[in-house]
Nanobody
Framework: QVQLVESGGGSVQAGGSLRLSCAASGMIFSVIPMAWYRQAAGKQRELVARITSGGSTNYVDSVKGRFTISRDNAKNTVYLQMNSLKPEDTAVYYC?????????WGRGTQVTVSS
């Protein structure tokens, strides 16, 4: 059974940093594209960053230059380093494994950025 467990969320002031982690189990992690999504209150879930099995990355424009997605295949873990956080980054952050036919989601971790 595939399972994703996020950690590392919390409350920070604007300009601060957090690193989210997502530990995966029950799948061959190294060949699976992984992603971080977020959902702010009253808004739709949006893709924040994605990393392929080969390490290629892409980001939503609003986080480019501030967030970095990475993966450690030896630890079956994907990370999201978030720097220069802004209040508009406040959301629940979800880890996603791009499995077929259906992706798998973690339960999410709350990130709150105060001004």
């Amino acid at each position: 059974q595939v399972q994703l467990v996020e950690s590392g969320g919390g409350s920070v002031q604007a300009g601060g940093s957090l690193r989210l982690s997502c530990a995966a189990s029950g799948m061959i992690f190294s060949v699976i594209p992984m992603a971080w999504y977020r959902q702010a209150a009253g808004k739709q879930r949006e893709l924040v960053a994605r990393i392929t099995s080969g390490g290629s990355t892409n980001y939503v424009d609003s986080v480019k230059g501030r967030f970095t997605i990475s993966r450690d295949n030896a630890k079956n873990t994907v990370y999201l380093q978030m720097n220069s956080l802004k209040p508009e980054d406040t959301a629940v952050y979800y880890c996603n494994a791009d499995l077929r036919p259906a992706g798998v989601w973690g339960r999410g971790t709350q990130v709150t950025v105060s001004s």
